[in-house]
């Protein structure tokens, strides 16, 4: 297999020799770049610099930025999964309603249920509920899953019927109640000021990944190289190098300029026995715990989504169920797996959500599934099934809540932006379709 | 190159019914199989052809019947079934995920992994572009989702697929319908060599020359029943032609009923 002393002849191929069509187009063909992601960035750039000018210049501050990223989390991560959910023609509408009860789960476990038993404030509670909270919903999501694969309900039906009951079921898990506080380490998972890995470890995970970036890139062509392919002329991939960990460094050190507040820095520096000098100390709050999880969750998805059968299955489903199931795929068990994940991810966003907010109340994720689907869809998700990736969902997640954060910085009434998010979603898709029509 | 007809055949599939509400889609089929032997299946549309196949390749259960490989009964019940007796199909639908590549369809279900689990990409690729060298070395579009395929790649793919995992029995629904005179070469090529190699193969054809050329036996399909099986030396085309559009074996069709048969 790994025999590299054999020289393979270079096939030469013309449907991989992209080079060619020069200009810009060419170079991003070259770059194998797809394209509606660049467009994607294009219109999040509209965005941003449209509030920044708007807002007087507060939109890009590294604080605003920083904010807008741990805002972001829950639905980016509830996003991933849905990508999947609609690829293999589904849909869910019951993320919004089972992420309350998957909160509501965790907050009574860690602040009535898990004091009782290993006593307050133990240090396993945190765990205890995150990991109970994300197998609870993962169970319910494998529930609807398998009434929509064995029985042959629509996912539309179950979900909606989902959305419903278990809003009712939240409410009824503590007959409306908020539960609160959090367990003092759970808070961890929300961000807030103490949520965050600082300064330096987010330089860490900075040049970690770009190195993992750099050798992903290498090793692709080394396999390449390997089987005799044509490869993307390397100028193509050094580019690609070069820009991906331009924005990985760029976004990092931007964020960490963000800074704690003169108060909670003094605090800090206190608590760590640093000298305090006379004009202060500008201590880094770095990457937010909730931004880590949603980062190495969308790493996870794109794994699972590209490079392992399961992903692949989902894919070869939404492109013709039929195939899928002469070749020999169990395409039921694939649904009822597709749901379970989504299930886990909820819980997964229910624990961010209920750290934040340091409660737990019914009314929980209330139109959260929306924002989910319409991410995923902004994100270039077709409803008509078999397309769609995981870095389109998130960048999806992050237009809407751009949107979002935006219309609240300038002061738009709530009404309007509600307006203002459904005709984005619209037009978002419209020009999608265009430009599908356009390619294929 | 005589079939020896003489041991267990390697399939047999007998009295089969499948009846879709109440259209009886096959009734009371037996038909058979032996290594290195091309039985030809025909009939008008409608015949019941595809609906008996799919019942080997495990895609529709039969209501009643058989089927038996290498002279044992065996219950073949979905897809993976079939492709444990190393029965593979080429489905008159193609049965391809539009939205993958040729790589991925030809995969699908079979994917080749790494060490550590994961889909090997690069392994599949090279797998598939050795035996589409085989069968149609102007295809190099592996890459490329299946929908951007023309309907005679598309059929590359499929026939690729089948070819690949080394069948023992080789069913292959209207196989050449969407394709070109080269690339119908090919395929005519590869089934003789397939059949030489002692693979089993039933045909699905609408094409009656073809048919002469590559069968060893004829079963001919009217209305869900089968009217007979004939050994391709000893019928003409016009006595095959009468079995499907008449529905009677040579001997029995009458000069009168020959002579509007060529109207
Ligand atoms: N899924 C189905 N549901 C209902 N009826 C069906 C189904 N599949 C086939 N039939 C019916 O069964 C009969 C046989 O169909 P089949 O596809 O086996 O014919 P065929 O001989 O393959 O024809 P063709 O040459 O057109 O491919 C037809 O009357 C058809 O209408
Ligand atoms: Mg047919």
Known sequence: MTDVSTQPDPVATSDDDVAGSGGLVGALRSMEVDTRLIGMLGALAIIWISFHIWSGGTFLTPRNLWNLSVQTSAVAIMATGMVLIIVSRNIDLSVGSMLAVVGMAMALLQAEILPDIIGFDHPMTWIIALVLGIALGAALGAFQGAIIAYIGVPSFIVTLGGLLVWRGVAWWMASGRTIAPMDSSFQLLGGGSRGTIGGFLSWVVAVVASVGFVVLLINGRRTRQRYGFAMRPLWADATIGVIGVGVVLGAVGYLNRYFLPPLLARQRAEQEGLVWPEGGLDIPLGLANPVLIAIVVALIMTFISTRISFGRYVFAIGGNPEAAELGGIKTRLTTVKTFALMGALVGVAAAVQIARLNAAVSGLGQLTELYVIAAAVIGGTSLAGGIGTIPGAVLGALVMQSLQSGMVLVGIDAPLQDIAVGVVLVVAVAIDTFYRRGST | ?263
Request: hydrophobic share 40%.
């Open chain 2, 1 to 263: 190159m005589a079939v020896d007809r003489t041991g267990t055949p390697l399939v047999e599939l007998r009295d089969i019914r499948v009846a879709f509400g109440g259209v009886h889609a096959v009734d009371g089929v037996t038909i058979d199989l032996y290594p290195g032997e091309v039985v030809a299946l025909v009939g008008g549309n409608g015949a019941g052809k595809t609906t008996l196949i799919k019942t080997l390749s495990g895609a529709h259960k039969c209501d009643s019947g058989q089927i038996y490989i290498n002279g044992e009964p065996v219950s073949i019940t979905t897809p993976r079934d079939a492709k444990q007796y190393a029965i593979e199909t080429i489905y008159q639908t193609l049965a391809l995920a539009e939205n993958i590549d040729a790589t991925a369809n030809m995969f699908l279900g079979r994917e080749l992994k790494t060490s550590f689990r994961t889909l090997d990409d690069s392994a599949m690729e090279s797998a598939a572009r050795e035996v589409m060298g085989r069968l149609n070395p102007k295809f190099l579009n592996f890459k490329v989702p299946v929908n951007s395929l023309s309907g005679g790649q598309r059929q590359s793919v499929a026939i690729a697929r089948a070819v690949h995992f080394n069948a023992r029995i080789l069913i292959m629904d209207e196989p050449t319908a969407a394709l070109g005179p080269a690339e119908t070469a090919q395929v005519t090529e590869l089934i003789k060599q397939l059949k030489a190699e002692g693979i089993g193969i039933f045909l699905i054809s609408h094409d009656i020359h073809d048919v002469f050329d590559l069968a060893d036996r004829i079963s001919v399909m009217l209305q869900g029943k089968l009217v007979g099986t004939v050994n391709k030396n000893d019928v003409t085309k016009d006595d095959v032609l009468g079995m499907i559009i008449i529905g009677k074996l040579p001997g029995e069709v009458s000069s009168t009923e020959l002579e509007a048969l060529h109207e």
